[in-house]
């Protein structure tokens, strides 16, 4: 396999929230992912994913499944009641309002809601794995991944150009890293997977050694035909048909 070159990536923000997903796949350890949640644009959706990553309101993503991956697209997860783009709970209820679209899909590892249309987010999310500028306006961002994107590159490695993934991943711990949370971050990242509107994504950032091998030249998500209830951020090619069509 070629050698995984990492992309360029926007600017950490250094907002001081970080939460964090520990990873399994096929029931092995995979490693750890760190987010980095922006406050300032989405305090109400981050408010939402921290509780959610801490279990404080008695449910949450811990022993969930990331149970939608399609290479060079997204990996699709936070539906931990029926496991398969169909559930959901937010800590506001059923469901809550788009809150804010400032910040944009614009590099590999920006986190976003996944949603059923306008004003029906949930607990369920989605990783970016490439740029995704069609979601802007569509689906709200509110954090990027800060460490690990490695195990976002292996969680990859298990997708299909459908979804389903050839081996099972699951969220098998996560919580809140930030300073003065449950669990303290293992490494000081320097990976930026951040844009602040109006400002110029950087051009490169630190390599990380442990970083898988990706396969190069993934192919462009399909349409993905789906239950009308599934909450899923619409493919590349439904996207062409407008905005806010889900696949």
């Known amino acids: 396999r070629e050698a995984y070159s ?31 949640l922006n406050t300032a644009a989405c305090p109400r959706t981050c408010e939402n994913f921290r509780v959610l990553c801490t279990g404080a309101k008695g449910y949450g993503y811990r022993n969930s499944a990331m149970h939608r991956v399609i290479p060079n697209f997204c990996v699709h997860g936070g539906d931990f009641t029926n496991a398969d783009g169909t ?70 490695e298990v997708g299909t150009s459908a979804g389903k993934t050839t081996a099972k991943v699951m969220i098998t ?8 949370g449950n669990v303290p971050t293992s490494l000081v990242a320097t990976r930026d997977f951040h844009h602040v509107p109006g400002q110029a994504p950087a051009t490169e950032y630190g390599t990380y050694p442990e970083d898988e091998a990706a396969p190069a030249g993934a192919p462009a998500a399909p349409v993905v035909p789906a239950p009308a209830a599934d909450a899923r951020p619409p493919s590349r090619s439904s996207a062409a048909g407008g905005k806010g069509k889900t696949s």
């Open 6 to 36: 990492p992309p360029a990536m926007p600017n950490r923000l250094g907002t001081g929230s970080e939460v964090y997903l520990d990873i399994s796949i096929g029931g092995l350890p995979a490693g750890r992912i760190v987010i980095e």
């Open 87 to 156: 559930g959901g709970r937010s800590i506001y209820g059923r469901s809550f309002p788009d809150e804010s679209f400032a910040l944009r899909h614009c590099a590999p590892g920006i986190v976003s809601m996944a949603n059923k249309g306008p004003n029906t987010n949930n607990s369920q999310f989605f990783i970016t794995l490439t740029q995704t500028d069609w979601l802007d306006g569509v689906h709200v961002a509110f954090g990027g991944v800060v460490e690990g994107f490695n195990v976002v590159k292996r969680i990859e």
């Open 173 to 180: 711990g996560c919580g809140d890293c930030s300073p003065g």
